[in-house]
């Protein structure tokens, strides 16, 4: 009879296991996991308020934000308010990420420079992630953007 129990607690946990859904991490655990995931992690500053609020206008959709700036890096982390949608701060951070591409390439057309063509391409390539109540986007070399990927999405699961 015990030998029972054991298969069908074990079955109930597998079960419980497989339908769970992203925990509700705060934004500092989020942070730490993504920042912990990139070797340079010490370079990169963290944005004050009159940044994100100049740049991504957060409103009342957006229960916290942090934005870390480096060298040719940036990653941003905006916590949504229970029930609001990402496209409400998604649509901001894409004009956002276009803004900066244009200004840059203006400057490469002006100044020529492999460090600018380099800012200019991440970029253009930066990477808009959502899950959960969560809305990222990072401004990485790929390598880098592949393991804040893994860090962010194990800090939600």
Do not use: H, W
Request: charged share 25%; proline share 3%; aromatic share 8%.
């Amino acid at each position: 009879m015990k030998r029972y129990c054991i298969i069908f607690l074990s079955l109930c946990m597998l079960l419980c296991a497989c339908g769970r859904e992203m925990r509700d991490a705060d934004i500092e655990t989020v942070s730490s996991a993504v920042l912990g995931a990139i070797n340079e992690s010490n370079t990169l500053t963290p944005a004050d308020a009159d940044f994100t609020s100049t740049n991504f206008a957060p409103g009342d959709g957006v229960e916290a934000a942090r934005i870390y700036l480096g060298e040719n890096k940036e990653i941003g982390i905006f916590r949504l308010k229970e029930g609001v949608g990402a496209s409400t701060i998604e649509g901001t951070v894409r004009d956002y990420l276009q803004s900066e591409a244009n200004a840059t390439s203006t400057l490469l057309d002006l100044y020529p420079d492999e460090k600018l063509e380099e800012k200019l391409n991440l970029y253009k390539n930066a990477t808009v992630l959502q899950s959960g109540r969560y809305l990222c986007y990072l401004v990485l070399p790929k390598e880098e953007t592949e393991k804040v990927k893994s860090a962010l999405y194990g800090a939600l699961s």
